[in-house]
């Protein structure tokens, strides 16, 4: 093995390890120290791949975002596309909720991650772009006249408000079996457009090229945004 791919493996153990740290910690911090002892590193050598804490956390939830990515592009039907995107919020909720937080926190807080943050930014939109794909083309099967725009917003609120249920301990404790309660959200989501039947034989979609032109126009702005 190269130098170079050395280099890559280790740091994508310490992203690993660093993730599962975050996730055991339960108040959504650690210290490099705890991170190095783990990997039976020096603190030094992990200065070697990130220049700070904030650094190493903004990387973690780019690795994220990739991966989210690359489960969205799988090309199947639209509704086993629109049934990952909702489950990927219920399977780990509580990963999906402390990277979100630790996002905002990053966002409103600390400044010189420009270039991490554009990334960050850059893989979203073309996640959104696939999304919308999915939803436009899942709604068009179903004949329905929801827009996308409604449908991306409903599945997210209720992945994100069933994945903080499934994160909370308070409801944990009345909530039973997880994998059911997990079903029945995809299959609220599945059958969501079902509600709203378009009258005419042929479904127009403006909504869909609107999301991507706000999107479009969106990267531009946080090109000129700072961090």
Not at 8 to 37: H, P, V, Y
Not at 73 to 85: H, T
Not at 130 to 153: F, M, P
Request: glycine share 4%; hydrophobic share 35%; aromatic share 8%.
């Amino acid at each position: 093995m190269s130098r170079q791919h050395q280099f890559k493996a280790r740091e994508e153990n310490i992203l690993a390890m660093a993730e599962q740290l975050l996730l055991e910690s339960g108040d959504g911090d650690i210290t490099l120290d705890s991170l190095a002892d783990q990997l039976d590193l020096a603190k030094g050598t992990l200065y070697k791949h990130f220049s700070s804490k904030d650094e190493l956390y903004l990387r973690i939830i780019i690795r994220y975002e990739e991966q989210l990515f690359e489960i969205n592009r799988i090309d199947d039907c639209p509704s086993a596309g629109v049934a990952r995107m909702i489950f990927q919020q219920l399977f780990n909720p509580q990963k999906a909720m402390l990277l979100n937080q630790i996002e905002e926190r990053l966002a409103a807080s600390v400044t010189g991650l420009n270039r991490l943050f554009g990334e960050l930014y850059d893989i979203r939109r073309q996640r959104m772009k696939r999304l919308i794909d999915i939803i436009s083309a899942y709604l068009k099967d179903e004949h329905s006249n929801l827009s996308t725009r409604d449908y991306l917003s409903s599945i997210w609120a209720i992945g994100q408000g069933g994945a903080g249920l499934l994160n909370s301990s308070f409801y944990q404790r009345y909530l039973g079996r997880r994998d059911t309660l997990r079903v029945a959200f995809v299959r609220q989501v599945l059958e969501l457009p079902s509600h709203y039947p378009a009258d005419d034989e042929e479904v127009m979609d403006e909504d869909m090229q609107e999301l991507v032109e706000q999107i479009d126009t969106e990267s531009e702005e946080h090109r000129n945004t700072n961090y």
